[in-house]
T-cell receptor, first 113, second 114 residues
């Protein structure tokens, strides 16, 4: 079982629609990151959230970190075909356990023109 | 832009053969991770190094896998002997050991063991 559960696993929408991806855990993370991965490439960092309740915006992408630092969401407004990819959340465990980065299972997003 | 370089990009090998994957982390980064990605398991952490010292390799099958950093510009992941279930994409990532900064991933080595 994944330490970080992402939902949904797959999302197919039309260009211009909105979407939300969720990342949930029973563990508390010192910080959480979102990555996007395209075919044949490694994941690329989108954002890091550190403070419980934090909201970060990156153009049409909005990231939230839960108050208890156990969950996060990614919301995309007016999705475009260029947003297609595999979205991964990744949590950092606390320093005592080493700064290990653990990934969720990913959400595959397809935005159709 | 600084990049993490992985070689080879693709490797097809027969079961039982030794496989060595190489990674050149970004100059100056002090932390290196090795991950394996499959459709079924997603991204699994195999090993990570800080300042070239192995900190955690609990995710790695010890009997056949080994990871080393002979110097600051090279990390290696070896599988000996390889098995079909090792077929996956192997990623190396480097960064600073700070949660805020994120990590830079290479493009991966796609390994197929037949």
């Amino acid at each position: 079982t994944q330490l970080l559960e992402q939902s949904p696993q797959f999302l197919s929408i039309q260009e211009g629609e909105n979407l939300t991806v969720y990342c949930n855990s029973s563990s508390v993370f010192s910080s959480l990151q979102w990555y996007r991965q395209e075919p044949g490439e490694g994941p690329v960092l989108l954002v890091t959230v550190v403070t419980g309740g934090e909201v970060k915006k990156l153009k049409r992408l909005t990231f939230q970190f839960g108050d208890a630092r156990k969950d996060s969401s990614l919301h995309i407004t007016a999705a475009q075909p260029g947003d297609t990819g595999l979205y991964l959340c990744a949590g950092f465990h606390n320093k005592a356990a080493g700064n290990k980065l653990t990934f969720g299972g990913g959400t595959r997003v397809l935005v159709k023109p | 832009d600084a990049r993490v370089t992985q070689t080879p990009r693709h490797k097809v090998t027969e079961m039982g053969q030794e496989v060595t994957m190489r990674c050149q982390p970004i100059l100056g980064h002090n932390t290196v991770f090795w991950y394996r990605q499959t459709m079924m398991q997603g991204l699994e952490l195999l090993a990570y190094f800080r300042n070239r010292a192995p900190l955690d390799d609990s995710g790695m099958p010890k009997d056949r896998f080994s990871a080393e950093m002979p110097d600051a510009t090279l990390a290696t992941l070896k599988i000996q002997p390889s098995e079909p279930r090792d077929s996956a994409v192997y990623f190396c990532a480097s960064g600073w050991d700070r949660a805020r900064d994120g990590y830079t991933f290479g493009s991966g080595t796609r390994l197929t063991v037949v």
